[in-house]
């Protein structure tokens, strides 16, 4: 019953090559974010989908696509890796914004190193 | 640009005590939006508490409360009875709410807290 979930949750790989990470919720929100963890400990927004619909693209660089297949999905794919993309990725949530809601759900990150 | 600025990288504070973590932001917005994040060891980003900036009254939940001084851009987190489950990096976040959709959090640097025994 875990309400946002992410695969993996440790990925390891070589500089060069091409991975995906998978985030699912079942909370029924509308809108998904991507953050990035740098080794300070520094959260900074990636992307954000609304019903599938890209709303935030924080200038990051073309190598990371995200994609929406449905509003309970959002996977982040990074092209051609490199050492600097090491980092926990977090995944989060949260309900409709015209509800007043605007509280974020974060699922449990995934570490990404790259060698 | 919106900023967040958490001037105590690490506290520590023994149980069973107050302590208080400080944070401060800077916008020329009104509608927005402040929350206090934990993250354990176990990295998982656990919401604490949030504050709307249009209510006057300072949130509270159970022994975390803040004090929200708007005019001075000030969002402090106070943890009451601190506990040892209490240690974790505190990372203050705060939200433009706009007729856009496009909310995001900005987080501050965080604080690391320890909670000694």
């Known amino acids: 019953d875990t309400a946002v979930s992410q695969t993996p949750k440790y990925l390891v790989t070589q500089m060069g090559n091409d991975k995906s990470i998978k985030c699912e919720q079942n909370?029924?929100?509308?809108?998904m974010y991507w953050y990035k963890q740098d080794s300070k400990k520094f959260l900074k927004i990636m992307f954000s989908?609304?019903?599938?619909?890209?709303?935030i693209n924080e200038t990051v660089p073309n190598r990371f696509s995200p994609k929406s297949p449905d509003k309970a999905h959002l996977n982040l794919h990074i092209n051609s890796l490199e050492l600097g993309d090491s980092a926990v990725y977090f995944c989060?949530?949260?309900?409709?914004?015209?509800?007043?809601?605007?509280?974020?759900?974060f699922g449990p990150g995934t570490r990404l190193t790259v060698t | 640009a919106q900023t967040v600025t958490q001037s105590q990288p690490e506290m520590s504070v023994q149980e069973a005590e107050t302590v208080t973590l400080s944070c401060t932001y800077d916008t020329s917005e009104n509608n927005y939006y402040l929350f206090w994040y934990k993250q354990p060891p176990s990295r998982q980003m656990i919401l604490v508490i949030r504050q709307e900036a249009y209510k006057q009254q300072n949130a509270t939940e159970n022994r975390f409360s803040v004090n929200f001084q708007k005019a001075a851009k000030s969002f402090s987190l106070k943890i009451s009875d601190s506990q040892l489950g209490d240690t974790a990096m505190y990372f203050c976040?705060?939200?433009?709410?706009?007729?856009?959709?496009?909310?995001?959090?900005?987080f501050g640097t965080g604080t690391r807290l320890t909670i000694i025994p």
């Open positions: 989908y609304n019903n599938k619909e890209l709303i």
């Open positions: 909370l029924g929100h509308d809108t």
């Open positions: 989060a949530s949260s309900p409709y914004r015209l509800a007043g809601f605007y509280e974020q759900y």
């Open positions: 976040a705060f939200m433009i709410i706009s007729n856009f959709g496009n909310e995001k959090l900005t």
